[in-house]
């Protein structure tokens, strides 16, 4: 029995190096609005934990489909939204305010049929509004999720939006409901108690909030696009059947513009300290439960 108990642990060994040698190192990938941002010297580090961010196919036919932004440049496709400025202020929030061994940089993975994405157990998808998820990208999607892996999405605003939102994760995770996330859910307790809850807005606040102070006769726009249906945030998620959140949703909300900007004199603190305040809580959670 002792001899084999050993070859069992020898065995598990030798296949978590492989795994960890199977993992795919970082790379940078042309973004929409970032060229050249400083990467941190820790990009190909081994630490115990990495928040990778999902890179996917989206309404508009990137990348199957070519497409050029107004000056010629190949359009980098709407998962590249505030990548990868917001990712390394949030990564940097990540060691300063937790103890979690992390990396200051994201990992760009993709759901190309391959074992990498399970080597990432925490994703992050931005302007799920636009994602167009081909059935085979869903289908690894949900294995990945029901394998116990987390998905947190956010900057998707308005009706139109969640509907496409929901079109890719319903064949997913086919059958399960996108509910409402009590006030109660220890995702919201892990670290901090987020008993108050608002709408953290984008950058388009800037613009709006200036026309504001001079007096202009409009208030600040904090919802984006639909605004009459995307002034509510929602926090809502898609729980497994043990009762664990899978799926962390951030509707009619922009945390990734929260952590974006979030040197910016001009945006708000309190904004910003709930976009760091509720990634730090899903984290948490995730590693936890």
Known sequence: MRLRH?????????GTGIALLAQRPFKEYPAIEYGNF????????????????????????????????NDGTPFAGYWTMDYPRSDRHLLAGVQRLTRINGRLT???????????????????????????????????????LLRGGFLMVDDFHGDREWAQFVY?????????????????????HTIYDLKEKFQ????????????YEAGMDRDPVTGERDYKAGKTPHWRAIYDDRGRVIVAICHNMDLGDGWEV???????????SLAYRVGMNYFVYDLTH
């Open 6 to 14: 050993a070859l069992l642990v020898a065995l598990l060994g030798l």
């Open 38 to 69: 400083p990467i941190p010297a820790d990009s190909n580090t081994r630490t115990d934990w990495v928040r990778a961010r999902l890179k996917y196919p989206d309404v508009y036919g990137y990348p199957t489909k070519p497409l050029f932004n």
């Open 106 to 144: 994201e990992q760009v993975v993709e759901l190309d049929g391959t074992d990498d994405v399970y080597n990432w157990p925490m994703m992050y998808a931005v302007e799920v509004g636009h994602w167009l998820l081909p059935d085979e990208q869903a289908k690894q999607l949900g294995e990945y």
């Open 168 to 188: 890719s994760m319903s064949r997913a995770l086919p059958g399960r409901q996108i509910v409402d996330i009590p006030d109660n859910d220890p995702i919201f």
């Open 200 to 211: 953290v807005p984008g950058a388009q606040f800037f613009d709006s909030g200036l026309e």
């Open 262 to 272: 979030s040197d910016e004199p001009r945006y708000p603190e309190k904004w910003a």
